[in-house]
C-alpha cells in the first residue's frame, strides 16, 4: 500500500474528488456534512490524530469535495458523555460520524440510533461492534504478540518482563495485552510479574512504574502500548536499576532517547504502533461510503514499525513532541478498499 507522507494540496484534493467520482456509480459529496468523534486528547498520539484529521478535512472542504468536517473531543473518557455527543450530532444533521470510541461496546445504543437517522458511522482505532458501523484498525493483538516475539529473538533465555497498558477499558489496551499474553504463552522463557497503566502517556507511566519497581526481581524486557517507553526508561534510570529493553511506541522522545542510548552504548530494540494518520482514512473512507461506493464492514491497515535501520530516519521526520506518522490519501483509501473486497 503506497502511503503519502504529506497532505495533499487544495488542488491535489481537487484531483482526488475527481477520482472519486469518476465513476457514474458514485454520487457528488460537496453537500456532505462529516463529524469526528474523538473520546481522548491527552497524549501526543491523540493530538497527532487530531492534526493530521483536521489538516486532510479543512483541505478537503477547502477543494469542495465535503462541505464540512468538524472535529470533537470528550472532555472526559467516558462512553456516556460520547453517546450524548454522538446523539448531538445525529441532531445537527451530520451524514457522517467518524468515531474514536472510548468502548467497543457502550456505544452501540448511540450508533445503532445513528444509523437508524441515516448517519454513516465509520470507527477507527478504538472501533465499535455494532454492526452497522464501519471498523478501521490494525491488528492490535498482533502487535503485542509481535513485542514478545521480538524478545524472544533478542533474549532467548527469556526473563521477568514489565507490562505497561493503555487506558483501562478501551478496546484498543484490551487488544494490546491479549497479544502479549498470548505471546508470553508461545515463548515460556518468559514471565510477566508486573502490569500498571500508563494510560499511553509518558508522565503517567514514569509514575506507574516507579510506584511498582521496588516490588519486582530484575526486569529484562518492557512490553508497552505506546507512549510509554520513555517514561519507563526514565523511572528504571531513577530506581537505579539497569535498563532492560523497553519496547517503544513511536513518540519522538522515545526515538530520540533511544538514538542517544544507541549513540552511547549501542542500544538497540524495537518500536511500533498505529499511525495517527489512521484518521485521514477513516475521512477518506466516509467520504467514499457517501458517495456511494461499496465498502467492507472490516478494514485493517498495518502498524508502524521502527527499527533500528530506520530509527534516523523516523526520527528526522517526526516534528518534536509529536508521532511517527503518515497521512493517508484518497487513493490510499481507494486501495485499501479494493484490498478488503
Given at each position: 500500500?503506497?502511503?503519502?507522507?504529506?497532505?495533499?494540496?487544495?488542488?491535489?484534493?481537487?484531483?482526488?474528488?475527481?477520482?472519486?467520482?469518476?465513476?457514474?456509480?458514485?454520487?457528488?459529496?460537496?453537500?456532505?456534512?462529516?463529524?469526528?468523534?474523538?473520546?481522548?486528547?491527552?497524549?501526543?498520539?491523540?493530538?497527532?490524530?487530531?492534526?493530521?484529521?483536521?489538516?486532510t478535512a479543512s483541505e478537503a472542504v477547502s477543494a469542495g469535495i465535503v462541505a464540512a468536517a468538524d472535529a470533537y473531543t470528550t472532555s472526559e473518557n467516558q462512553?456516556?458523555?460520547?453517546?450524548?455527543?454522538?446523539?448531538?450530532?445525529?441532531?445537527?444533521?451530520?451524514?457522517?460520524?467518524?468515531?474514536?470510541?472510548?468502548?467497543?461496546?457502550?456505544?452501540?445504543?448511540?450508533?445503532?440510533?445513528?444509523?437508524?437517522?441515516?448517519?454513516?458511522?465509520?470507527?477507527?482505532?478504538?472501533?465499535?461492534?455494532?454492526?452497522?458501523?464501519?471498523?478501521?484498525?490494525?491488528?492490535?493483538?498482533?502487535?503485542?504478540?509481535?513485542?514478545?516475539?521480538?524478545?524472544?529473538?533478542?533474549?532467548?533465555?527469556?526473563?521477568?518482563?514489565?507490562?505497561?497498558?493503555?487506558?483501562?477499558?478501551?478496546?484498543?489496551?484490551?487488544?494490546?495485552?491479549?497479544?502479549?499474553?498470548?505471546?508470553?504463552?508461545?515463548?515460556?522463557?518468559?514471565?510477566?510479574?508486573?502490569?500498571?497503566?500508563?494510560?499511553?502517556?509518558?508522565?503517567?507511566?514514569?509514575?506507574?512504574?516507579?510506584?511498582?519497581?521496588?516490588?519486582?526481581?530484575?526486569?529484562v524486557g518492557v512490553v508497552t502500548q505506546g507512549g510509554d517507553g520513555y517514561g519507563a526508561a526514565q523511572a528504571f534510570k531513577a530506581a537505579g536499576r539497569p535498563?532492560?529493553?523497553?519496547?517503544?511506541?513511536?513518540?519522538?522522545?522515545?526515538?530520540?532517547?533511544?538514538?542517544?542510548?544507541?549513540?552511547?552504548?549501542?542500544?538497540?530494540?524495537?518500536?511500533?504502533?498505529?499511525?495517527?494518520?489512521?484518521?485521514?482514512?477513516?475521512?477518506?473512507?466516509?467520504?467514499?461510503?457517501?458517495?456511494?461506493?461499496?465498502?467492507?464492514?472490516?478494514?485493517?491497515?498495518?502498524?508502524?514499525?521502527?527499527?533500528?535501520?530506520?530509527?534516523?530516519?523516523?526520527?528526522?521526520?517526526?516534528?518534536?513532541?509529536?508521532?511517527?506518522?503518515?497521512?493517508?490519501?484518497?487513493?490510499?483509501?481507494?486501495?485499501?478498499?479494493?484490498?478488503?473486497?
Open positions: 500500500m503506497t502511503i503519502s507522507k504529506m497532505l495533499l494540496g487544495a488542488a491535489g484534493l481537487a484531483m482526488a474528488a475527481g477520482l472519486a467520482q469518476a465513476g457514474s456509480h458514485l454520487a457528488d459529496t460537496s453537500g456532505k456534512r462529516i463529524a469526528l468523534s474523538n473520546n481522548y486528547a491527552g497524549n501526543s498520539w491523540r493530538q497527532a490524530m487530531l492534526e493530521t484529521y483536521q489538516g462512553a456516556t458523555e460520547q453517546a450524548a455527543q454522538i446523539q448531538n450530532m445525529i441532531l445537527q444533521g451530520y451524514d457522517a460520524i467518524i468515531l474514536n470510541a472510548a468502548s467497543p461496546t457502550a456505544l452501540n445504543g448511540a450508533v445503532k440510533e445513528a444509523c437508524d437517522a441515516g448517519v454513516t458511522v465509520v470507527s477507527f482505532d478504538g472501533i465499535v461492534t455494532e454492526p452497522c458501523a464501519w471498523r478501521i484498525a490494525v491488528d492490535f493483538a498482533a502487535m503485542g504478540k509481535e513485542e514478545v516475539d521480538y524478545l524472544a529473538t533478542r533474549l532467548p533465555d527469556g526473563g521477568k518482563l514489565l507490562e505497561i497498558r493503555g487506558l483501562a477499558g478501551v478496546f484498543v489496551d484490551d487488544e494490546i495485552s491479549k497479544g502479549i499474553h498470548e505471546g508470553v504463552a508461545e515463548h515460556s522463557q518468559f514471565e510477566i510479574v508486573g502490569s500498571v497503566h500508563g494510560d499511553w502517556a509518558q508522565d503517567v507511566a514514569q509514575k506507574a512504574v516507579a510506584g511498582i519497581l521496588p516490588s519486582l526481581p530484575d526486569i535498563t532492560p529493553l523497553i519496547v517503544l511506541g513511536n513518540r519522538q522522545d522515545e526515538l530520540k532517547w533511544w538514538a542517544e542510548q544507541r549513540d552511547a552504548n549501542g542500544y538497540e530494540t524495537l518500536s511500533l504502533s498505529i499511525a495517527p494518520g489512521v484518521a485521514s482514512l477513516a475521512f477518506w473512507v466516509a467520504q467514499q461510503i457517501l458517495a456511494g461506493e461499496e465498502v467492507p464492514k472490516d478494514l485493517t491497515v498495518p502498524f508502524l514499525k521502527i527499527t533500528q535501520d530506520t530509527l534516523d530516519a523516523s526520527l528526522a521526520s517526526t516534528p518534536e513532541g509529536s508521532v511517527a506518522n503518515v497521512t493517508y490519501t484518497l487513493e490510499d483509501a481507494q486501495k485499501v478498499i479494493a484490498e478488503a473486497k
